[in-house]
């Protein structure tokens, strides 16, 4: 048979942001800014800035040295370092297996948002239900998941080149600018309450995310801070799910690696921050301090709509330009989750590419149909509040974020720390004589600290810490 050569990035620019649009995503949209300002503002920022900083680099600088040095994609990527541990591919081919799904359900519910907005029927989201009724609609839910489905599936058959670099390349940019522009706007905003006549400023609501509240910390407070924290970070960097092992193993060998791991998180961190920035302020300003605590869906679909409204007639060309930024965000996430599927079928079975994603299309059309069919013929109460926990969608998130991923992270770290060593991952990040500044750091992360705090995470999945 005909040695192929494997597809690659172009250089660390095509590298740095196709894994930044994976970083990227709903996570730092709807669950970074929340949690900060439910934890303390300006002190949960701290603690994910340094957690980041030794945590997060010593995970992701490990997946992405797993691929590059292994030239192979999850699934078969660790049973190359140690025949032992090939188990832990096919936990990290099965989490975006899992995830993939529903991912483009909510891809869906985005989509049909942007084109509310693109209609000018803003105002038609504000009404009462119009979430709940969407979502437990027989077709529209699917017919948009569809369409969502569709664009990732054009994004990976065209490959990594020519689909997930060159559209990474456009999107990534003009994402961070609306990112930008909506949260320097968001400072801005002024609203008086009819009913208490109140003035509430983006500038105190910008108070609220940054400044540090100390109030009523206890250690045990502080110790759930850190564990939302580092669960957020987990997600944030696409950890876990064998994406930036894939990812790695399409960077090319004189790339400076530490340098790339740098800029994607700086990425998004930065991504993530302008976020709270854009969201807390205008939540705050237009919905009031209560709605802060008010998360995930229910967050970007009920509450600010309803923000949007309020903003008089420019809240239409908001809304748009929000939407439009959440659907890049999640399409180059979900992207990066269908990569890492498809390269680990192309590099196991042998398929084509196009085989590979055919198949995978295919796939998920059928799981992804039941997911959006779990909002009515498989609900399983009679209510349609927004969602629940207990449908299938929550159900297929907990698997994979809280079970799964930490079991993948905690054995790779077991592998890379203790038995093929961390000099596996040293010796590929300075293949070509490039500086590991943090080397030392990066030894005692793998070994020690992060299988503690990983443990940590997941038996705080299991409530232990209440
Ligand atoms: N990292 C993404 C975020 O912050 C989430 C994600 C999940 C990406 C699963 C890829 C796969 O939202």
Not at 128 to 149: E, K, M
């Given at each position: ?31 970074f ?19 980041a ?35 832990i ?6 989490v ?25 029927q ?25 369409i ?30 609306l990112?930008?522009f ?60 064998g ?31 302008f976020?709270?920035?854009?969201i807390?302020?205008?939540?705050y ?13 229910g967050?970007?679909f ?43 079928m ?30 009515n ?9 927004v ?10 998130d ?69």
């Amino acid at each position: 048979m005909e040695e192929k050569k494997r597809n690659s990035f172009t250089g660390s620019i095509g590298f740095v942001l196709a894994a930044a649009g994976s970083a990227v995503g709903l996570g730092n949209i709807w669950r970074f800014p929340n949690l900060a300002a439910k934890n303390g503002g300006g002190l949960f920022l701290l603690v994910y800035i340094v957690l980041a900083l030794t945590f997060g680099f010593a995970l992701l600088t490990t997946e992405v040295a797993i691929g590059r040095k292994t030239q192979e994609s999850p699934l078969t990527a660790y049973k190359k370092i140690n025949k032992g541990f090939g188990f832990i591919g096919i936990f990290a081919y099965l989490v975006p297996f899992i995830i993939y799904p529903y991912y483009c359900v909510i891809g869906g519910w985005v989509i049909k948002y942007m084109s509310t907005y693109l209609a000018f029927q803003g105002q038609v989201a504000v009404a009462d239900g119009f979430f709940n009724g969407f979502i437990s609609d027989q077709w529209q839910p699917i017919l948009y998941t569809i369409i969502f489905t569709l664009l990732c599936f054009v994004i990976v058959y065209k490959g990594v080149e020519h689909g997930i670099e060159k559209y990474s390349k456009v999107l990534m940019p003009i994402l961070a600018i609306l990112v930008l522009f909506i949260a320097v706007y968001s400072i801005f905003l002024k609203f008086t309450d009819p009913s208490t006549g109140a003035t509430r400023t983006g500038i105190q609501g910008l108070g609220i995310y940054f400044i540090p509240n100390f109030e009523g910390i206890t250690f045990g407070k502080f110790l759930k801070i850190c564990l939302d924290a580092m669960g957020q970070l987990f997600y944030s960097l696409s950890i876990a799910m064998g994406i930036m092992v894939a990812y790695g193993s399409y960077m090319k060998k004189e790339v400076n690696l530490s340098k790339s791991i740098n800029q994607i998180e700086i990425f998004d961190t930065a991504i993530a921050i302008f976020a709270g920035m854009m969201i807390i302020p205008s939540v705050y300003v237009f919905a009031g301090p209560e709605e802060l605590s008010n998360a995930g869906p229910g967050l970007i679909f009920v509450t600010l709509p309803r923000v949007f409204d309020s903003m008089g007639s420019f809240g239409q060309f908001f809304g748009l330009m929000f939407f439009v930024m959440v659907l890049f965000a999640a399409l180059t996430s979900a992207v990066s989750i269908l990569e890492a599927i498809v390269s680990s079928m192309m590099d196991k079975l042998k398929w084509s590419r196009k085989k590979a994603t055919l198949i995978m299309a295919l796939i998920t059309f059928v799981v992804s149909v039941i997911v959006c069919l779990g909002y009515n013929v498989f609900y399983f109460e009679k209510s349609f509040a927004v969602v629940n926990k207990g449908q299938i969608l929550d159900f297929l998130d907990y698997v994979s974020n809280n079970l799964l991923m930490p079991i993948v992270a905690i054995c790779t770290c077991i592998l890379i720390g203790w038995v093929a060593k961390p000099k596996t991952v040293i010796d590929e990040v300075t293949l070509n004589g490039e500086k590991f500044g943090r080397k030392w750091l990066y030894i005692i992360m793998i070994k020690y600290v992060a299988p503690v705090l990983l443990t940590l995470i997941l038996l705080g999945s299991f409530g232990i810490f209440g």
